[in-house]
């Protein structure tokens, strides 16, 4: 049924080789982190061994290869999402970091008291709480795009939202809850025409869909390495002209020009945005984890996932009572599926760390609880959900066993 | 199949004990698990020293809600003294599972509204912490 060849992909991953419980493992949590295939571990595994040096400032040969593969791990990066210069690229300790960088370097020398910022219902934490230490700190208003019942951005009040007192925009490019791909297209034009810059949280969209932030124009963009098969570390993407023009974020080795006793001067893009020394053997190894998704090609990791997403949808309504949140379509949606399941007969509705306890026991591993989306969650009134998420070494027998493990929980807790 | 959701903590799951409010409450306290989102609230009677009635309520994960119909079964009519001396332990035994560091958490929270309700937060301090 798939485009990718999932069973040879498998064989990449040593971790999926194992059991739990004395059951083959079945990992359904890489909305959360993904696995990482051989050749990135051997990235890892192969620069400690033979390269490992500090960069940048080494004379001697290792330092040198180190510094070349690491700058080539961030033109690899760059080509993946289309950037117009490696510059663009700034390596962060995680997504979280990168947006962290866009509110407290671009959002405090450019925001002013009265002005606006405008970020969604369906945001991570991540993407909402920079902003209300920003708007506190400025005096500045925190705006919300409203989410509509299908657990998708409702754009009907755009052009009132967005007006001249906008600054920053801030939003995602996939839910990591309902899993909604969100219109940004059309927030990224009025938001453009209203003046305001544009953050996009592509947590969740990087590891999962062609990313072209070029076509998509937008002026900030947050990733990490670790849901895309590599190390943990972050990106943020940013036009040139802006990160040129911003302060620095964070200060200390290699983001300066010249150091002197009262001030200083700073290094060009992008180091001036990586103070100290970087997760080297990180963005080296996210170097590799892009070589084996291009090997694969994005569309057709995409089309992958849009056929398993359907494929568990499908199934998922197999099971009484459980309810997915989200769009209902596999082609408005990445590859997750959060559900709750609700009270029957006699009983409660089973809270999602009962369900995820239970599927443990089945070698199954699924995330419980708010997943960062308190917002969200409060718009569905759930304190929690159970959320299955896929990847591109997931099989349809994977959900089967997923399915056949709910259908015992709900058997479980109903007598 | 499981000896983490054994029929006793579904039943009481399904049929807590003491599950209400009391209106003529002298102590109540409320808390919740930001992990997971579990809440549970507290309302007693201490009449001179002694806990003559309980309610609670709540919403939250199997492990939780057993734990506080069980955990108030266990303190309605014992002193504050006899109550100081209930610990973590005390709540895994009556729950009778193996529980890993994450779902400890859930188990212990009634506890933790309990001794709160009973002396206070403050006077309560971390002693349930790990």
């Known amino acids: 049924m798939s485009t990718l060849n999932v069973s040879s992909i498998r064989e990449d991953f040593p971790i999926l080789q194992q059991f739990v419980h004395g059951k083959p493992l079945v990992y359904l949590d890489s909305a959360a982190t993904s696995q990482k295939p051989e050749s990135v571990l051997r990235a890892l595994d192969t ?10 400032r080494g004379i001697y040969q290792l330092a040198e290869q180190a510094t070349e593969q690491y700058e080539n791990a961030r033109k690899q990066v760059q080509k993946f999402i289309n950037a117009k210069s490696w510059r663009e690229i700034i390596f962060t300790r995680n997504a979280t ?3 962290n960088l866009v509110a407290y370097s671009y959002g405090r020398a450019n925001l002013r008291a009265g002005d606006e910022i405008v970020i969604s219902v369906l945001e991570h934490h991540s993407n909402i709480v920079p902003w209300q230490l920003l708007a506190q700190e400025k005096n500045a208003t925190l705006k919300h795009i409203p989410v509509d019942g299908q657990g998708q951005l409702a754009l009907d009040d755009l052009e009132n939202l967005l007006t001249e007192k906008t600054k920053i925009v801030a939003v995602t490019m996939m839910s990591n809850v309902t899993g909604a791909i969100t219109p940004l297209d059309k927030i990224i034009a009025r938001a453009h025409s209203v003046g305001a810059v544009v953050v996009v949280d592509a947590a969740q969209a990087a590891p999962h869909l062609p990313l072209d932030v070029r076509a998509l124009d937008a002026d900030f ?3 990490s390495g670790h849901k895309m098969l590599g190390p943990f570390i972050g990106v943020l993407y940013g036009k040139r002209a802006l990160l040129e023009a911003m302060p620095p974020f964070l200060g200390g080795g290699d983001m300066i020009r010249q150091v002197h006793l009262q001030e200083s001067t700073w290094n060009e893009l992008p180091h001036k945005f990586e103070a100290g020394t970087p997760a080297i053997a990180e963005a080296i190894g996210m170097g590799a984890a892009i070589d084996y998704l291009n090997a694969l090609g994005m569309e057709n990791v995409r089309a992958h996932e849009m056929e398993l997403t359907q494929y568990a949808l499908d199934k998922l309504q197999e099971v009484p009572t459980l309810r997915v949140i989200g769009p209902t379509a596999s082609a408005q949606r990445g590859g997750l599926a959060a ?10 509705s089973i809270h999602p760390h009962d369900i995820a306890a239970i599927l443990d026991r089945d070698a199954i591993c699924i995330r419980a609880g708010h997943h960062c989306a308190q917002p969200l969650h409060d718009f569905y009134d759930l304190p929690a959900t159970a959320r299955a998420s896929f990847y591109v070494y997931n099989t349809p027998d994977e959900i089967d066993q997923l399915v056949a493990s709910l259908q015992n929980v709900r058997k479980m807790f109903n007598k | 199949m499981d000896d983490l959701y054994k029929e006793v903590i579904l039943d009481h799951y399904q049929h807590p004990h003491n599950h209400g409010t009391l209106p003529d409450a002298t102590n109540s306290y409320e808390d919740s698990n930001p992990l997971c989102g579990d809440k549970i609230r507290m309302e007693m009677k201490i009449e001179n020293g002694v806990v003559t009635d309980v309610k609670f309520t709540g919403k939250g994960c199997a492990i939780s809600q057993a734990s506080a119909s069980m955990l108030t079964d266990e303190i309605k009519g014992k ?3 006899e109550i100081k001396h209930i610990d973590k332990q005390v709540v895994l035994d009556l729950l009778g599972i193996p529980l890993g560091p994450s779902r400890i958490k859930c188990a212990l929270l009634p506890l933790k509204v309990i001794k709160a309700s009973a ?3 403050h006077e309560w301090g971390d002693e349930e912490e790990e």
């Open chain 1, 47 to 56: 620069y400690y061994r033979t390269t490992n040096a500090n960069i940048h």
């Open chain 1, 97 to 99: 970091e990168a947006l």
């Open chain 1, 221 to 223: 963009v947050a990733f």
């Open chain 1, 339 to 348: 559900f709750e399941m609700q009270a029957e007969g006699t009983f409660p």
């Open chain 2, 79 to 81: 002193s504050l003294e």
């Open chain 2, 119 to 121: 002396y206070g937060i």
